[in-house]
């Protein structure tokens, strides 16, 4: 067991869980007959992220977690998406870094240094990295995300959040 | 490095997090002259938990990820809870359950068989269990409290939400 089982698989999915959501907020959209990029805009307070930065987020917060626990330089993304099929891309542009991974790239990776911009003079072990600042900061930004689609009537539920299970028969 | 790291700590410190956003949730409610039990009823979307039950959920999401991982047998909670004070004792009561928990509980947890109740003749293992349902279920209820505090006007933040950070000086 490494920090890979605790990251690359499941962040992967939970971004592929995102995209399916995206689907039914664009068939939610169509059915009521408003433009379906209006979501990137719709927030749950005036002072919180809208669907559009949280997507973002959730990507970013991906990206890193899995770039400095496994120790690879992530790719730049400049936050300038206006549409649904740009935030898509997004979505699956993380998606491939992911896919980059070996569980290799993960030995040692409990002890790594992680430093982090906005705490100059301070590091964390890889292990307190990902489970402290990592999974919890992409689940803030992602079940925000769903949240916002929820608050806006489009039709998710619980299972579609967590997704498809390994599970096998006893 | 074993599940324990994964989930009791990490859980542990997220509720305690939970029980700083009720206290500025009451100085918000007394601040605007509402009655903070009012915060119990309040939700995102009609068919959606309101914030007690978000809290229920939270709460039994830790209790089962720590009792099913750990191989121990979780306190019951009715889910009876109708006012913050109570709320704050089931919260404290499943910090105090994830403080009977040791590391070594969890020897072994990574292939321990887990059985859920919702899918009967079907099990995970205890690693699969942890990653994609025990913690992505937790933070779904945890992250949907903070969002219906957020979105009645509570002053939070994401660091409010992160909370304190194992770092050291480099």
């Known amino acids: 067991m490494s920090l890979y ?6 962040l992967t ?5 995102l995209e399916r959501w995206i689907d039914e907020a664009e068939a939610h959209a169509k059915a009521k007959g408003f433009e379906p990029d209006l979501y990137l805009g719709f927030r749950l307070a005036p002072d919180q992220y809208a669907f559009a930065r949280q997507v973002q987020s959730a990507c970013d917060s991906a990206k890193f977690a899995a770039a400095r626990a496994g120790g690879k330089e992530p790719p730049k ?3 300038d998406e206006t549409t ?3 935030l898509r ?3 699956r542009a993380v998606i491939d870094f992911l896919a980059s991974f070996d569980p290799s790239d993960f030995e040692g990776a409990e002890s790594r240094e992680i430093r982090l911009p906005f705490m100059p003079g301070k590091a964390m072990k890889g292990i307190d990295y990902v489970h402290q600042m990592g999974l919890p900061n992409f689940y803030f930004h992602l079940v925000h995300a769903y949240a916002i689609l929820r608050h806006n009537g489009v039709a998710l539920g619980k299972m579609k959040f967590i997704g498809g299970l390994d599970v096998y028969d006893v």
């Open 77 to 79: 993304h400049p936050d």
């Open 13 to 17: 999915k939970m971004l592929s869980n």
């Open 84 to 86: 649904l099929v740009q």
């Open 89 to 91: 891309a997004r979505i």
């Open 5 to 10: 089982e605790a990251t690359v698989p499941q």
